[in-house]
T-cell receptor, first 114, second 114 residues
């Protein structure tokens, strides 16, 4: 089945220790998104890619960066995690063409910062 | 620009009772509307969507929603709640005409009592 995969599902890191979260997709969608979701809140868009074009939300901290080496893979790098970065991180994809381009979400990575 | 308002951060129903989750939107152009469900520690899953055509849309797990342009609403209903319906529900709007950045409502937590 076509899907969005996130690894790892659970990540524990130490305060200030860089961490990378990964996302892969078999849907061949050209748009990929990274969201941060804190408890009892809606997902908050951090950035997205339209093909290789990177789009950063204005309020995304510089501490967060992303890479998309090819259509299938996308990475979220947190350079110096703080306690406030503990959250669920969701990757999503969509096709930019066609009216029925809902987002497909991965299962998420729950990040704990000690 | 678009926005989404979900009335009620929590909705509590008894098993077997009608489920009604409210969503109102504002949009400068005809919108595409979606409902997603999120179970604990999981990603979001599409329940149903409205793009064009029939205004009453049926989704998975017995849910349906009706697009009412005059009321700018897209309420989610289910005739009879199951315990397994307990989850977080998000109403999402996306502008037609090529936009691929959706706007999320804040979410409604559905609580089902036995």
């Amino acid at each position: 089945d076509a899907m969005v995969i996130q690894n790892p599902r659970y990540q524990v890191t130490q305060f200030g220790k860089p961490v990378t979260l990964s996302c892969s997709q078999t849907l061949n969608h050209n748009v990929m998104y990274w969201y941060q979701q804190k408890s009892s809140q809606a997902p908050k868009l951090l950035f997205h890619y339209y093909d290789k074009d990177f789009n950063n939300e204005a309020d995304t901290p510089d501490n967060f960066q992303s890479r998309r080496p090819n259509t299938s893979f996308c990475f979220l790098d947190i350079r110096s995690p703080g306690l406030g970065d503990a959250a669920m991180y969701l990757c999503a994809t969509s096709s930019a063409t066609g009216p029925h381009n809902e987002q497909f979400f991965g299962p998420g990575t729950r990040l704990t910062v000690l | 620009a678009q926005s989404v308002t979900q009335l009620g951060s929590h909705v509590s129903v008894s098993e077997g009772a009608l489920v009604l989750l409210r969503c109102n939107y504002s949009s400068s152009v005809p919108p595409y509307l979606f409902w997603y469900v999120q179970y604990p520690n999981q990603g979001l899953q599409l329940l149903l969507k409205y793009t064009t055509g029939a205004t009453l849309v049926k989704g998975i797990n017995g849910f349906e929603a009706e697009f009412k342009k005059s009321e700018t609403s897209f309420h989610l209903t289910k005739p009879s709640a199951h315990m397994s319906d307990a989850a977080e529900y998000f109403c999402v709007v996306r502008l037609s005409g090529g936009s691929y950045i959706p706007t999320f409502g804040r979410g409604t937590s559905l609580i089902v009592h036995p």
